[in-house]
């Protein structure tokens, strides 16, 4: 079945305390390199039958709405997998 | 009369029983109001209690601003009536557009549960009118994601227009921006704020106090403010 996903992540002027978390522990397990981490989210949302228009405006819809807070975060993608 | 105050309890809601108490104590009626609700009960103020609403897995308040019963509290906030919104009920007000900015993780990342101290920064406000302009009261704090943010922009707006309510004092438990505790809208009728007034209503159960252990009162003006602010009108 069709899949789309959505990717939130904390908008870049937003400090992401727990992205700074995991790029602390990072260099603890000798994985050196990396200046940042950010955490995000990805949503899978399974469609029923086929990816129509409407239904990637339904997603693009409860990603604005629901899946995000535009004050705090930005929808980085809605793509659409195994169509 | 008495005034009638709802307090609304939605799934993993946890501190309605104090507020209402908080309500009761402060001398009106406390009246229990569902998240699937779709009246308001002839209600003269809400007070959005504390918690973790639907487990607040997505964000904090998110899932509960779609509940039927936000639909009419929007409205009558709009109206003018008395809204408080208390740690989720913060977010929660936040989510649902009633107050700008929103809440992320604390900076520390830990949960952090304290007796807070925070400056009251506007007492016009109808959660606020009987407390003295730059009065500090100390309340308990308790939560995860308590870092109140927003944009520059917007923060010098609130700050412009007296719309921070409450300041931290001695330490910032969450980094918020400007040691924002809680915020207004511009008519002064929504309030909101992460520590918790109705935790500190009576002696024996608050923080600790200048006179004895636990004797800490200091929530307890922001429930007789809404009351006197609604007999006044009625």
């Not at chain 1, 992401?16 to 200046?35: H, M, T, W």
Request: proline residues 6%; aromatic residues 6%; contains cysteine.
């Amino acid at each position: 079945m069709p899949t789309i996903v959505v990717d939130v992540m904390p908008k870049p002027e937003i400090l992401d305390p727990q992205g700074k978390a995991v790029g602390a522990a990072l260099p603890r397990i000798g994985i050196e390199g990396f200046s940042q981490v950010r955490q995000g989210k990805r949503f899978e949302l399974t469609v029923d039958g086929e990816v129509t228009e409407e239904v990637l405006a339904a997603a693009r819809t409860a990603a604005e709405t629901l899946l995000s807070n535009p004050v705090i975060e930005d929808v980085v993608a809605v793509t659409v997998e195994g169509a | 009369m008495t005034a009638r105050i709802g307090v609304v309890t939605f799934p993993g809601t946890l501190d309605d029983r104090d507020a209402a108490r908080a309500v009761r104590l402060a001398g009106a009626e406390a009246v229990p109001l569902w998240h699937a609700a779709e009246s308001l009960d002839d209600v003269d103020a809400v007070v959005l209690p504390g918690g973790f609403s639907y487990g607040d897995y997505l964000r904090a308040g998110a899932i509960a601003r779609f509940a039927p019963i936000m639909d009419l509290i929007v409205d009558a906030a709009h109206g003018g009536m008395p809204v408080l919104g208390i740690c989720n009920g913060f977010q929660l007000l936040t989510e649902v557009h009633l107050l700008p900015g929103s809440m992320i993780k604390n900076d520390h990342l830990h949960f952090v549960c304290r007796d807070q101290t925070l400056r009251i920064e506007n007492a016009e406000t109808a959660w606020t009118t009987e407390y003295r302009q730059g009065e500090d009261i100390t309340i308990p704090l308790k939560n995860q994601d308590g870092q109140y943010v927003a944009d520059d922009y917007t923060l010098d707006q609130l700050e412009a227009e007296g719309r921070v309510a409450f300041r931290y004092v001695g330490w910032n438990p969450n980094g918020s921006r400007r040691d924002i505790a809680g915020i207004t809208n511009e008519r002064g009728n929504v309030v909101g704020l992460m520590p918790h007034p109705e935790h500190a209503v009576e002696p024996g159960f608050g923080p600790d106090s200048r006179e004895a252990g636990r004797h800490g009162t200091d929530g307890l003006a922001f429930f007789t403010s809404a009351i006197k602010g609604l007999l006044a009108t009625a």
